[in-house]
């Protein structure tokens, strides 16, 4: 029996070990070519490990870094995740601890219309929304995170609402009776239990903020500001010439913050999501 | 310190899940909704301390969560101190509450929890320091105020909680089974410190309990509440006594009470008898003058014996027969289950009265005979279960 087991699960390690080199092997591929000169990317090269002679250091990198703007689209990049988490964490945990604590046919329906907005496929709403946020001014960078809170709310809401559900509302009424506010609560109280989940709902949502190319490439005025994912299609030049090395270091750049916020708060986005799952 | 003050104080509960709820606890349904509570009037003097007392879903802890302010009152008035304070928000109640939880405030440090009541009050940091550092030393805390809540025992976790409430030197200090979560060993433990504690801090307490035990030994006053409704308020000892119906008489006391069903009897000098099987017993005169006084026509009766008060009898008249089904060895007394009318009854004999019996010889299966004395019965009438003489 024992033996069986171990065979199963030797399998089932062969297994996941394929599925990993699938999965990276495209960054693996990206970072090589990165490396590479511009002549030695070619579709019969591309897979070939770069040699003495193809070798082309952190020349990419620097080509990348100086041509097309990447400074500033990386600015508008974070300034957009940074600021679409920060209203993401704070409504949403507000309106999440309000309506796992006050059920209402109201709250109900709210709740599943957050969780219904999840299976919404934003190439349904895309055309209205962009029509929509250049009738309410939501095309700058500045104030895109209204847009990417509501896109952002389905998941952060459920998140939030699971593992609301799990903190017992006497330490709501305890903190009540000692005085606070519905505010002070919030803050004093709400938030630090949540800071679990809030960690994993961040790194998930910057993880796809960070990355999004259709939403800012519709909203988004393509000649004034540039996000990272749009910038890299900018390195292909007329008559189908793609710069292909800074292209590469670009991608390679553009990914490298969010593998590290991922590895950094991989921990705590296995903690958020079985918040409140099972009874602690 | 300060007076309480519940006056026709009603909780309707008018949504459908509560409604089931209700409808497996008694609790009365009407269009309105569910009473969780009808008609609670008592008045709560200064410094005192009440338990409110009964078996799930009695609606012991809704009153309470009302006083704190948790809990919307539907009918009635509360006062506190004199002033109405029905529309109050729990924080301008001056009160403090100990969950059954704990409901410690598990990112902060001991001394976090004691401190946030008083912060939040903007009170002087020396102040706050001061009353800290006391209630930890009253409650014997002191060496864990830099731990948080994770890292405490159950028991420690409860002081802390207690703690919490007592720095806030609150008007009324109300505890909602505060013990309930804690093992037997800890609760007896925690109970001598709760006494010790109330006889240490100057204020009015309020505790709610579903073990009759906590409500005898911890109460001034004990409030036994059923399916919303009080059904009788006293000290520990005029409940025990005087129990005011059937439901009071069967929940207070430990081994439960026994009940029989009996006649009561009048002769033609106008004094009463109980009828048990073919034996008489002649209630006491004290009790004898309370049937008189309340008029009690002669009728079917539920008789109530405290098996403390039942005692074994040698074999004669007026006494009564039973088969032994189990007998529990307690140490200091023997507890017997005894079947007598087919119903299960319960006698405990002190193992220093058995005269010399060995307490194997009540085997299973073995007869037995036993009697008790008319000062000691209870007469329930057999439509309302209202104790006769009350």
Redesign the interface.
């Given at each position: 029996m024992k033996k069986k087991t171990r065979r199963i699960n030797g399998m089932w390690s062969v297994i996941m070990l394929i599925v990993s080199v699938l999965y990276m092997y495209p960054i693996f591929m990206v970072l090589m070519n990165s490396l590479k000169i511009e002549s030695a990317i070619s579709t019969s090269t591309a897979f070939e490990l770069p040699t003495a002679e193809t070798f082309a250091g952190l020349a990419n990198y620097e080509n990348a870094i100086n041509a097309q703007g990447f400074l500033s689209s990386f600015f508008y990049t974070a300034f957009i995740t940074i600021t679409s988490v920060l209203a993401i964490l704070f409504f949403c945990s507000m309106f999440a601890w309000y309506i796992t604590r006050v059920e209402t046919k109201v709250t109900k329906a709210l709740y599943l219309l957050c969780a219904f907005s999840m299976v919404v496929p934003f190439q349904m709403v895309m055309f209205t929304l962009s029509s929509m946020a250049d009738t309410l001014n939501l095309n700058t960078p500045w104030v895109l995170w209204v847009i990417y809170l509501g896109f952002g709310a389905g998941l952060a809401v459920f998140m939030f609402c699971g593992f609301m559900r799990s903190v017992p509302i006497d330490i709501e009424e305890a903190s009540m009776i000692d005085g606070s506010s519905p505010l002070q609560t919030y803050f004093h109280i709400v938030v630090p239990l949540l800071r679990p989940t809030m960690v994993s709902v961040a790194i998930l949502e910057a993880m796809w903020i960070w990355n999004d190319y259709l939403l800012p490439t519709l909203i988004l005025d393509i000649n004034k500001y540039r996000t990272i994912s749009m910038l890299i299609q900018f390195f292909r030049g007329s008559y189908g010439r793609v710069e292909m090395g800074p292209m590469m270091a670009c991608i390679m750049l553009a990914i490298l913050p969010i593998i590290i916020i991922y590895l950094v708060g991989q921990k705590h986005i296995i903690k958020g999501v079985v918040a409140g799952a099972v009874k602690g | 310190m300060a007076e309480v003050s519940l006056r026709h104080i009603e909780k309707v509960y008018p949504n459908t899940e509560k409604k089931k709820k209700g409808s497996k606890s008694n609790l009365k349904v009407t269009e309105e909704g569910v009473l969780a509570v009808q008609d609670f009037n008592l008045d709560i003097k200064d410094r005192e301390f009440v338990v409110l007392v009964g078996p799930s879903g009695c609606g012991k802890s809704t009153t309470l969560r009302m006083v704190?302010?948790?809990e919307e009152i539907t009918r009635g008035e509360l006062y506190i101190d004199g002033v109405l304070v029905n529309d109050a928000?729990?924080?301008d109640r001056d009160?403090?509450?100990v969950?059954?939880?704990y409901?410690?405030?598990?990112?902060m440090t001991v001394r976090g929890n004691m401190e946030?009541?008083l912060k939040?009050?903007k009170m002087d940091k020396e102040e706050i320091n001061r009353r800290v550092e006391q209630a930890a030393e009253i409650l014997g805390i002191t060496e864990y105020l830099d731990r948080k809540p994770k890292a405490l025992s159950g028991g420690q976790r409860q002081r802390v909680a207690i703690g919490?409430a007592i720095v806030?030197e609150p008007k009324v200090l109300l505890m909602d089974e505060p013990l309930s979560n804690l093992d037997a060993k800890l609760r007896n433990q925690m109970r001598a410190e709760i006494i010790k504690l109330r006889q240490r801090i100057d204020t009015t307490f309020i505790y709610v309990t579903h073990d009759q035990t906590e409500a005898m030994t911890l109460g001034d006053r004990i409030v036994i509440m059923k399916d919303g409704v009080i059904q009788q308020v006293g000290t520990p000892q005029e409940v025990f006594d005087h129990p005011a119906n059937l439901f009071v008489a069967g929940f207070i006391g430990v081994p439960q009470m026994n009940f029989y069903d009996a006649e009561l009897v009048r002769d033609n000098a106008g004094d009463y008898a109980v009828k048990i099987e073919n034996v008489y017993i002649r209630p006491s005169d004290e009790k004898q003058e309370n049937l008189r006084r309340n008029k009690v026509e002669p009728q079917s009766i539920t008789l109530g014996v405290r098996p403390e008060h039942i005692v074994l009898a040698d074999e004669g008249e007026n006494v009564l027969h039973g088969t032994v089904e189990v007998m529990e060895m307690m140490g200091s007394a023997v507890h017997l289950h005894v079947n007598f009318s087919g119903r299960d009854n319960i006698i405990i004999a002190q193992t220093m009265s058995l005269g010399g019996k060995n307490p194997s010889h009540f085997g299973a299966g073995s007869t037995l005979t036993f009697s008790f004395s008319g000062d000691v019965i209870h007469m329930f009438g057999k439509k309302d279960g209202k104790n006769l003489e009350a």
């Open positions: - | 704190a302010g948790l928000a729990p924080k009160i403090a509450m969950f059954q939880s409901a410690l405030y598990p990112h946030y009541p939040l009050k919490r806030r």
